[in-house]
């Protein structure tokens, strides 16, 4: 007899980016879909990730994270935020945000228990909340501004209704949570005692002199929340997946205990990486950001002169556009035929949607590349009329 697998395998595919990435090889299309710079990691990060190898941290890292690690991720947030948690006890290093976001949801939700997410959403949430038994509840970032409707936020909570998980700065729509959002929700989670994971991995791209404000700033939340984050977006280091959660050191007790029995440990010489980009002055966070909204300001005008409707995002590094004025094909078919008829990938956001027909009017592109990809892709862009 064959072996068959797990039931909870099923309907799971094959996540949106790999398939993307993948045809866009296949192609030899411009890859602006999955989220990842096409330029290098800062050499002083390179260097400190070297260094740790060639001076021995090569075995199994403390589980909770390397000490230099997690004292440089207490300095980063009192630095920025103001917040001071205890590198000890409040503090845990993970294999990049995804496993954080994924001990988290285990080591918070029962079986039955529901999590507030926003549509659309970064595609880990909902699998993750369903292998820990939780029930994703979507509320739509209705467009053009991909803001929610209070009245329907207030309608998804219950007494059923555990965490939510709060993206600032969002993937894939850009918005930023103001901090009047930001208190709304707050209302509601200290109204039904619910936990607010809140994934800031873009906490550093934020343009126009708008600022991040984290969930974990307000009083009332603070003990509620945890925050999580990466080294990948902030140090153009995506394949390095450090990350990390900061929360109650009652909260960190359950992750850790999850965490534990995932990976144990991440990857030693990487941790000492991050402590080195974490420790960074200013200037290298201002100039990352700035050197960002200069890409998405030029991706954004070669988008709005093709026809493709774009919404400038106030974060993240992603442009969504609005395809109805250049074509009534879904999305997941004009990517499809983006790549292969004009050489440049961009991400359709259905899987993002509990109600895919809403993201099947929108693509989203992503700016993190060189100027010269983000100029070949315009050259090609400058074609689109001639394929449809
Ligand atoms: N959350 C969001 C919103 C993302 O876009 C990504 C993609 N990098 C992640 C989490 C995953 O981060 P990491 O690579 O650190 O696991
Ligand atoms: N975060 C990246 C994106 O949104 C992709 C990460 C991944 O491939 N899982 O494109």
Redesign the pocket.
């Given at each position: 007899m064959k072996p068959t697998f797990a039931s909870r395998t099923q309907g799971m595919g094959t996540?949106i980016?790999s398939e993307i990435s993948m045809l866009a090889r296949k192609h030899d299309a411009v890859n602006l879909g999955?989220?990842f710079p096409d330029y290098d990691t800062p050499d002083f990060m390179k260097q400190s990730a070297i260094e740790a190898i060639v001076q021995g941290k090569n075995q199994y890292a403390i589980g909770s994270g390397e000490r230099i690690l997690r004292h440089a991720i207490a300095r980063h947030s009192e630095h920025w935020y103001g917040l001071s948690f205890d590198p000890d006890d409040e503090i845990t290093v993970t294999s990049g945000a995804t496993e954080a976001l994924f001990c988290s949801l285990l080591a918070i939700i029962n079986p039955g228990d529901e999590v507030i997410v926003f549509q659309p959403y970064?595609d880990s949430y909902c699998p993750a909340i369903r292998m820990a038994g939780g029930i994703p509840i979507a509320v739509t970032l209705h467009a053009p501004y991909f803001s929610f409707n209070p009245m329907e936020l207030a309608q998804a909570f219950s007494p059923k209704t555990k965490a939510i998980i709060i993206n600032t700065p969002h993937?894939p729509t850009g918005t930023v949570f103001s901090l009047q959002e930001l208190q709304f929700i707050a209302e509601l989670c200290n109204e039904y005692h619910t936990i607010a994971i809140c994934d800031e991995v873009y906490e550093h791209c934020v343009y126009d002199g708008i600022t991040h404000v984290p969930m974990q700033k307000l009083a009332s939340m603070t003990d509620k929340t945890v925050r999580i984050s990466s080294m990948g977006k902030t140090f153009t280091a995506t394949g390095w997946k450090i990350g990390w959660a900061i929360g109650s050191a009652e909260f960190q007790k359950a992750l850790r205990s999850i965490h534990q029995f995932v990976v144990f440990a991440s990857a030693t010489p990487f941790q000492y990486a991050a402590a080195a980009g974490l420790s960074a002055d200013d200037t290298l966070y201002r100039e990352f950001a700035l050197d960002l909204q200069k890409k998405r300001d030029y991706l954004f005008s070669v988008l709005e002169q093709y026809g493709l409707q774009p919404q400038k995002p106030a974060g993240s590094y992603f442009i969504l556009c609005d395809i109805s004025g250049v074509t009534t094909l879904p999305s997941t078919m004009f990517a499809k035929k983006l790549i292969t008829e004009l050489g440049v990938a961009a991400?359709p956001p259905e899987t993002f949607y509990h109600t895919p027909e809403i993201g099947n009017r929108l693509l989203r592109f992503?700016f993190c590349k060189q100027d010269d990809t983000l100029h070949k892709a315009a050259e090609r862009l400058s074609q689109l009329s001639t394929i449809l």
């Open positions: 996540s980016f999955q989220g970064y993937n991400i992503c």
